[in-house]
């Protein structure tokens, strides 16, 4: 079974529109982070927004923030106010405490048209 | 800054070639990660490992092999290269912590033609 999944392949929003990317998780685990991290065209990994399993409130990294719904299992990237430059591949990621291992889904890719 | 580095940007190599990537972190992190990244299949864990000369198998280890004998150093080794392993090849670092996130390297994209 696929530890992360993202349902979402591509996604289109308007320039200064908000925008949300899907995130669901699995684990039995109870202690587990969640991340989010955007790869532009250029190719590097740039870490967004972290989400630990026991923080009660939704994290929040300037124009991004993690809808963190527990019973769920999701965590959703919001990204208020889209600019041209948030076009790129967005991906969600889980690290097992237990494991050490991170578990990536296979992305999102966002394009902000003008 | 945390700095994740890697031997190449771009590698072509042959059929049968035994292939070396190399990644250096600055940061003393114990965890290092070699990832391949496939269009629509994402990041897939080839090894990781969380100390000098430890290792861990991840999803996709076949035809793969890594070597960590010092702390801010993790090789992958393809012992002979074929070319369904062209790909992006990204390394990554971070510490022991829970809530430590990854820094990647600007990552390799091998051809084995």
């Known amino acids: 079974a696929q530890k992360i999944t993202q349902t979402q392949p591509g996604m289109f929003v308007q320039e200064k529109e908000a925008v949300t990317l899907d995130c669901t998780y699995d684990?039995?685990?109870?202690?587990?982070?969640l991340f989010w991290y955007k790869q532009p065209s250029s190719g590097e990994m740039i870490f967004l927004i972290y989400?630990?399993?026991?923080?009660?409130q939704n994290a929040t990294e300037g124009r991004y923030s993690l809808n963190f719904q527990k019973a769920r299992k999701s965590a959703n990237l919001v990204i208020s106010a889209s600019q041209l430059g948030d076009s790129a591949m967005y991906f969600c990621?889980?690290?097992?405490?237990?494991?050490?291992?991170?578990?990536f889904g296979t992305g999102t890719s966002l394009t902000v048209i003008p | 800054d945390v700095k994740v580095t890697q031997s190449s940007r771009y590698l072509v190599k042959r059929t049968g070639e035994k292939v070396f990537l190399e990644c250096v972190q600055d940061?003393?992190?114990?965890?290092m990660f070699w990832y391949r990244q496939d269009p629509g299949l994402g990041l897939r864990l080839i090894y990781f490992?969380?100390?000098?000369?430890?290792?861990e198998k991840g999803d996709i280890p076949e035809g793969y092999s890594v070597s960590r004998e010092k702390k801010e150093r993790f090789s992958l080794i393809l012992e002979s290269a074929s070319t369904n392993q062209t790909s992006m090849y990204l390394c990554?670092?971070?510490?022991?912590?829970?809530?430590?996130?990854?820094?990647f390297g600007p990552g390799t994209r091998l051809t084995v033609t």
């Open positions: 990554a670092s971070t510490r022991l912590l829970a809530d430590y996130e990854q820094y």
């Open positions: 684990t039995s685990d109870q202690s587990y982070g």
């Open positions: 989400q630990g399993s026991y923080d009660e």
């Open positions: 990621a889980m690290r097992e405490v237990p494991t050490n291992q991170f578990y």
């Open positions: 940061m003393d992190h114990e965890n």
């Open positions: 490992s969380y100390d000098v000369k430890m290792k």
